[in-house]
């Protein structure tokens, strides 16, 4: 699986990348999956099964401790990407140690992607992390749209030498080059606007016009928040359009 997690830093065919990112974080899945269900299996005795919604204090000592194992482990990936998406991968697993594991993984999670140089490596990363989340803990939707606005950030260095180079060896045009990030703003955005309230379209929609330059990101927008809020603001998204 970390083998697997590090070709996910190779943008060497990029137009290959969000194909190479779904066939990876489904092995990711199907892997943090088997993690969560041998640790699950070991809280369990023939006269008490341990329930769905159980509490750390019901877990015993064997399966925290092979939990435990699991994340210092990953802890010792020294590589980032690989360590970023291996852990994300078991997040779920946190249950098992704390209440409030998830709460306090993801916001250090998130920052580990700022580390990360590449910005379609990134967005993808983004794009990970917030699916894991909102499927783990729909709870804590909120501290994923940090996600968004970081990379609204970051999102300038499309136009970075590093990224035009890299698009002038390759042969790949700037236009092109965008729509491979679409899938996974639609991924950040769908999990940030599912039953989110109305003010955070204003505030989304704000960002993008500090940003300009905005059509990509206007089209994911549109496209995730429910169609009154957006019907609502039909000749703000006009005016931002033109």
Not at 11 to 18: E, L, R
Not at 130 to 136: A, H, K, L, P, S
């Amino acid at each position: 699986v970390i083998q697997c997690s590090k070709l996910l830093s190779d943008t060497t065919v990029i137009q290959f990348y969000p194909s190479k990112f779904v066939l990876i974080t489904d092995i990711l899945d199907t892997f943090g999956k088997l993690v969560y269900e041998r640790i699950f299996s070991m809280c369990a005795d023939h006269c008490n099964p341990l329930p769905d919604n159980f509490t750390p204090e019901s877990v015993n000592d064997i399966a925290k401790e092979t939990c435990l194992n699991w994340f210092f482990k990953i802890a010792s990936i020294r590589e980032l990407i690989p360590r970023f998406y291996v852990e994300t991968s078991i997040l779920k697993c946190n249950k098992f140690l704390s209440k409030t594991g998830i709460l306090e993984c993801l916001p250090r999670l998130t920052s580990m992607i700022r580390g990360i140089g590449d910005p379609l490596v990134a967005v993808y990363a983004r794009a990970y992390l917030c699916r894991v989340g909102i499927e783990v803990a729909p709870y804590l939707k909120d501290d994923l749209s940090k996600n968004f606005f970081d990379f609204l950030l970051t999102f300038k260095q499309v136009h970075g030498d590093t990224v035009q180079n890299q698009l002038v060896a390759q042969g790949v045009e700037i236009p092109s080059y965008l729509t491979l990030y679409s899938p996974a703003i639609d991924w950040i955005l769908q999990c940030i606007a599912y039953r989110a309230a109305e003010t955070l379209l204003t505030e989304m929609m704000e960002r993008c016009r500090m940003l300009g330059n905005n059509a990509l990101l206007l089209n994911s927008v549109m496209s995730a928040f429910r169609a009154e809020f957006i019907a609502a603001r039909a000749m703000d998204f006009i005016g931002m359009i033109k």
